[in-house]
Every structure is written in C-alpha cells, then in structure tokens.
C-alpha cells in the first residue's frame, strides 16, 4: 500500500488544537447632543409634540420612543419645556401643564 508523505508543517497544523474564538462586545453606541438654542428649541418641540399626542403622563423613556429621539436629547427638551412652565411632574411622569 502507498502511504501518504506528509510535511512537517502539515502535521503541525493537524496537531494544533483550535483556538476559541472570542467576540468583542460591541462598544455602547455614543450619542453626541448638540447642545444650543437651536437644538434645544426643536428637542422641546419634538417633545411637546409626542406628549400632546399621548395625551397622558409618560417617562422619559416612552417620551423618546414617541418622540422617536435619544433620551439625552428629550432631557434637553424637557429642561427647555420646564423653564417655560410647561410640564407637569407626578411619580416620574411628566404631562403638559
């Protein structure tokens, strides 16, 4: 029978067991508000707007969503709406004065 000649790299790579491999964590994706009264005047309005249209309390969190914004963008908003007087707070809920 014929044997097969194998070199020695071959038989280094078949004796080498496989390395796990490990998958980085994808870095938490940075939000970067611009913050000027520009911006700020239309956070406030997208804010203004999403609560309106709820017509009820909502967190900060629902109000993002709604509002289809990054949470740091409707803190920027809610400030501007507040200084106006224009909210409302109760248990963590936030509704147009």
């Known amino acids: 029978m014929a ?10 790579k078949v004796a080498e067991p496989k390395k796990a ?13 611009a913050v000027n009264a520009e911006n700020a005047g239309f956070k406030a309005g997208d804010v203004y707007q999403a609560l309106a249209a709820a017509g009820k309390a909502l967190t900060v969190k629902e109000i993002a969503k709604a509002a289809k914004i990054s949470e740091e963008e409707t803190l920027l908003g809610l400030g501007w709406l507040f200084k106006e007087g224009k909210l409302v707070t109760a248990d963590e809920k936030i509704t147009l004065a």
């Open 21 to 33: 491999t490990v998958k980085k964590a994808a870095a938490p994706k940075k939000v970067v508000v």
């Open 3 to 12: 044997e097969k000649k194998t070199t020695k790299k071959a038989a280094e």
